[in-house]
């Protein structure tokens, strides 16, 4: 089945940086954009980085341009997300995410907090 696996959450410090990564399984990774997601608490969910199948375009919130960057390893069916210049206001869950088959694939989330 269609699996979606998040890892590299945690707690960092304002100004800090952070890598997240999602393994996929179950389905032809490199055949699907992907996308993360992000939801902060009494928030709802939004788009945060979207990258083409083949890796050769990527688009960004507004709040995140220039600091974030989503990348991806069709060898490894893993999509990243490297995060620089973290603000308090980038603490959420973030969400890896494909619409495969006509379907909404989402992982299970890492938390993501930034705090002094």
């Known amino acids: 089945q269609v699996q979606l696996v998040e890892s590299g959450g945690g707690l960092v410090q304002p100004g800090g940086s952070l890598r997240l990564s999602c393994a996929a399984s179950?389905?032809?990774?490199?055949?699907?954009?992907m996308s993360w997601y992000r939801q902060a608490p009494g928030k709802e969910r939004e788009l945060v980085a979207v990258?083409?199948?083949?890796?050769?375009?990527?688009n960004y919130a507004d709040s995140v341009k220039g600091r974030f960057t989503i990348s991806r390893d069709n060898a490894k069916n893993t999509v990243y997300l490297q995060m620089n210049s973290l603000k308090p206001e980038d603490t959420a869950v973030y969400y890896c995410?494909?619409?495969?088959?006509?379907?909404?694939?989402w992982g299970q989330g890492t938390q993501v907090t930034v705090s002094s």
């Open positions: 990258i083409t199948s083949a890796g050769g375009s990527a």
């Open positions: 995410y494909t619409r495969q088959r006509g379907s909404d694939r």
């Open positions: 179950g389905f032809t990774f490199s055949m699907y954009a």
